[in-house]
């Protein structure tokens, strides 16, 4: 994995995680994925509340696929939006729930990308993931694994702005980890999206 600050290099060198062992792709995209789909129209800033909305569910899940066929039958609880992805909790609770194991997550809202060119993106996962921006599939690892990182994943941004974002998530048991890196155009190394770049409509 060789980014533009040569990615891999920057998390092991800042001690993200043990990437250096446990960095393991899954998929390989050749080239960037363009063609990304800003919100259209852009949400008034009045309308945006800091994080990414979140519905749970609580059941024994071994694919994302699993979890979209319960969707289709189980509305799922709103939960304590999620104020940036950068969850890897061990033991603990699983993102915002009170709860440790068999939990599903279908989260929604905004990513904004100030500027346009090149972001270098980076999922670290622990069970399943699927990641969308942009009506793009950008990043799917869908079934139980330990902790596991993506391909380095280049997305071509060409007009800044609020584009949507959706991650289905589950954690069957044990521990939980749930990621997001970043490193967008300019003198920025890799380091987690901030919160200040997630948002969703509040009611």
């Not at 994080?51 to 319960?70: C, H, M, N, P, T």
């Not at 890897?88 to 500027?115: H, K, P, S, W, Y």
């Not at 090149?118 to 694994?145: A, F, Q």
């Not at 998530?169 to 901030?194: R, S």
Request: charged share 20%; with cysteine; aromatic share 10%.
């Amino acid at each position: 994995m060789t980014g533009k600050k040569g990615t891999a290099h920057n998390l092991c060198r800042i001690g993200f995680l043990g990437l250096c062992l446990t960095a393991f792709p899954m998929t390989s995209y050749a080239g960037a994925i363009n063609g990304l789909k800003p919100a259209s129209p852009q949400p008034a800033s009045g309308q945006l509340k800091p994080g990414l909305a979140v519905q749970y569910y609580g059941a024994k899940f071994d694919s994302i696929r699993q979890l979209e066929e319960w969707m289709e039958y189980e509305k799922g609880k709103a939960g304590t939006p999620i104020p940036m992805l950068n969850y890897q909790v061990g033991t603990g609770n699983v993102l915002t729930t009170t709860t440790q194991d068999l939990v599903g997550a279908d989260i929604t809202g905004f990513i904004n990308f100030e500027r346009s060119g090149n972001y270098t993106v980076m999922v670290h996962s622990n069970d399943g993931v699927r990641l969308t921006i942009g009506d793009k599939l950008i990043h799917e690892d869908p079934e139980v694994h330990a902790d596991r990182f993506s391909d380095e994943i280049t997305l071509e941004i060409s007009e800044p702005g609020w584009y949507p974002v959706r991650v289905l998530y589950f954690e069957k048991k044990n521990t939980a980890t749930l990621e997001l890196y970043w490193d967008p155009p300019g003198p920025e190394e890799i380091d987690y999206v901030p919160a200040k770049a997630f948002a969703h409509i509040g009611k």
